[in-house]
């Protein structure tokens, strides 16, 4: 464990050196700038309440809401299967967080059971037997955590920027002792090599390192595409679309819309090309202002231009009520009403 850790800070000052800048969007310059004096290893014990992971994670707020929210889930996917991923531990040191029989329920990983429940309802309705997972933008390493345990002998990458890296190489390397890691410091050539899919369990890597001759059966990307720049996701995509595995599968959640780069990031305009079968889109569990949507890798019968179209429909839909709320809120009643009444004339 001591060298796994010494890794763990080698790997980050080499990536931090090496680093990359196109990749760094507005949104997260922002974010990390007043960070990065925290961003040291005597400070990652506590990386859930010191700030670290803010932007990565989801604070639990009130007790009440929290219990709502796991009682929600209970009743969608049932008790054994909810308390079966729930943890025991607390990582990170999240304050605040209720526990039920000695089980954290966190928001953000009820958020992730749920999403984890969609991935292996998609999976066993698939026949996939997943060798090599690929999730883009791991934030701190929730899901990836939650995947690692369901998949078994599914081989794990990590593609994410040093400081989210930093992060779930800790969270990681804690909740799987067991596992053998492939840390930036470990790459030679920038290069991910079969042979290391090989030796490795779970690889967690920076966006510049490439992916040489490997075949991935599953990209997941969950709420970060949206804080990237319009470039930076054509990259991403252009990854994905040449690595994937025929009839792979790609669940991308990610915000009808968000602003936080500097210009509109939006889903619907994601540049998938023409090889993608919709298998389910729809707006997100306990995130109305997110868009769900798993594609299958296939070469005929694509229709993800079509749901793209639909998709931004749902857009423009949630972009009005969002304008519709926030002027409810600036304007005098009386002028709210009437911009309300030429509204509807005009819809008639």
Same mark, same amino acid.
């Given at each position: 464990?001591?060298?796994q ?6 790997s ?6 090496? +680093? ?10 922002r ?47 049932? %008790?054994?299967?909810? &308390?079966?991923?729930l943890?025991?531990?607390?990582i990170?040191?999240l ?79 804690k ?11 470990d ?7 079969v042979?290391?899919?090989? *030796? +490795? ?6 966006? !510049? ?9 599953? =990209? ?30 790609? %669940? *991308? ?9 500097? +210009?509109?990031? &939006?889903?619907?305009?994601?540049? +998938?090309?023409?090889? !993608? ?7 997100? !569990?306990?995130s ?24 931004k ?6 972009? =009005? ?12 009643r009386? %002028? ?13």
């Open positions: 464990m001591k060298n850790i010494k890794k763990i800070n080698l980050h000052i080499k990536s931090i050196q090496d +680093y990359d800048n196109k990749y760094k969007s507005d949104h997260w310059q974010g990390y700038e007043k960070k990065k004096e925290r961003l040291k290893f005597n400070n990652i014990e506590n990386f859930r309440n010191n700030s670290l992971s803010d932007g990565l994670d989801t604070r639990p707020g009130s007790i009440e809401s929290q219990k709502k929210l796991y009682n929600q889930l209970k009743d969608e996917i049932g %008790i054994k299967y909810l &308390r079966k991923n943890s025991n531990s607390n990170g040191n304050k605040n967080v209720l526990r039920i029989e000695n089980k954290l329920i966190d928001p953000n990983l009820l958020f992730h059971i749920k999403q984890l429940y969609e991935i292996q309802k998609q999976v066993k309705k698939k026949n996939l037997k997943p060798k090599i997972i690929c999730e883009i933008g791991a934030g701190f390493g929730s899901l990836s955590h939650l995947l690692i345990k369901n998949f078994k002998n599914t081989k794990y990458i990590i593609y994410d920027l040093p400081e989210a890296n930093f992060l779930s190489s800790y969270y990681l390397l909740k799987n002792t067991k596992k053998k890691f492939l840390f930036y410091c790459i030679k050539n920038k290069k991910l090599s042979n290391d899919i090989k *030796n +490795y369990d779970i690889i967690i890597i920076p966006p !510049w390192v490439n992916l040489k001759d490997i075949k991935v059966d599953i =990209f997941i990307n969950l709420r970060s595409f949206m804080e990237m720049d319009k470039i930076v996701i054509k990259k991403y995509f252009t990854l994905i679309q040449k690595t994937i595995k025929n009839s792979g599968i790609f %669940i *991308n959640i990610n915000r009808y819309e968000k602003r936080t780069v500097g +210009y509109p990031i &939006r889903i619907a305009e994601y540049p +998938y090309d023409n090889k !993608w079968k919709v298998i389910k889109s729809e707006p997100t !569990w306990n109305p202002h997110s868009h769900t949507l798993i594609v299958e890798r296939k070469i005929k019968k694509s229709d993800i231009k079509t749901e793209l179209k639909k998709i429909k749902l857009t423009i839909k949630e972009n =009005f009520k969002i304008n519709k709320h926030f002027l409810k809120n600036i304007l005098p009386s %002028i709210f009403l009437f911009l309300q009444r030429v509204k509807h004339s005009f819809n008639k």
